[in-house]
């Protein structure tokens, strides 16, 4: 008031503060996340060296394919060639595993939980739409912007982040003979968000005091991991690639339907045959006001049958939500993504030098749908999984394993109330 200077105090925020509005979480490196670092793992894996053999942990890194295709893009490699050399480049860990695998997982469970939803929406009117769930910086925006409201929406099933986090600390460890808290998981993702998706209390093993998911590292930190040892990935000599299973694996594997997992498509194709015996071949996307929000619509005798959307970015999220609040949103599905473009282009990934973001992208997704398409059903080891360890489709330990919980949060006061 009387105009002399006065230093105000440092602001504090904390995760519990975020908003995932892909803001700073999403995209600035600058954001500290102790726990959540490649520093932590280079502390880890000092420690196994210095410590005795009962104390040492068994170190699993699982690496998301969009971050391997963005390593590729940068190292100007082939995707089986990058995956390869970042096999032999983290043998300092013990296993390196590809999220591709626990994909199948989610897309086989969000398939069957809409078929689910789509029969009880008479009597429950928020079964449908069914919103995905594998974008974390979506699922903290709704917690914390809208919570009960759309809470009821969102599909239950895990992403494939935690679904590999419920097979490396589960299958994995009974096969190792070893309890969960023995093993050192990380994850290699595109994505800031992921980070606070593996700190989520629900992801937490009460009994053995261990995340599923210990530790989640960008695609950029991988790349400061190679430049801190002085390492070249194209220098780097090839090695067998490694399986939950423990299977030769000779070839890698996508799902098509887009960079972001191909949710849409999956859910629609096997609702079109499950529900009314329609077998879908190719899938055409109708844009609406920009590219990020398509629409995917199923007609037979001019009756609309099924009426899917993808909506990318959080100017199409709003949209989305104010549709749902007004009670005129038409959608029986969304594949709901934070970041625009999906989740090759998320906050995490490495920018390519000389290369315009529209052209890195298609990059990207060039390299990203070169691989032989996979569709989940088919996946023998998949099946096995299924039958002898989970105890059948919608067993018990399925919904324990491969589903979770979404709860609506209050943001604490001293979060919006700080001083710049």
Known sequence: QDGEAEKLEKAKITLNDCLACSGCITSAESVLVSQQSHGELSRVLAHNKAAAAQEQKLVVVSVSPQSRASLAARCKLGLLETAQKLTRFLKSVHYVFDTTFSRNFSLLESQREFVRRFHRQAEDKKALPMLASACPGWICYAEKTHGSFIIPHISTTKSPQQVMGSLVKGYFAEQQHLPPDRIYHVTVMPCYDKKLEASRPDFFNQEYQTRDVDCVITTGEVLKLLEQEGVSLPDVDPAPLDTVLGRAEEELSTHPGGGSGGYLEHIFRNAAQELFGIHVGSIHYKPLKNKDFQEVTLERDGVVLLHFALAYGFRNIQNLVQKLKRGKCPYHYVEVMACPSGCLN??????????????????????YESLRAEIPEENQAVGELYQHWLGGWGSEKVLELLHTEYHAVERANSALSIKW
């Open 346 to 367: 998320g906050g995490g990934q490495i920018k390519l030098e000389g290369e315009s973001s529209k052209e890195e992208l298609q990059q990207l997704e060039r390299l």
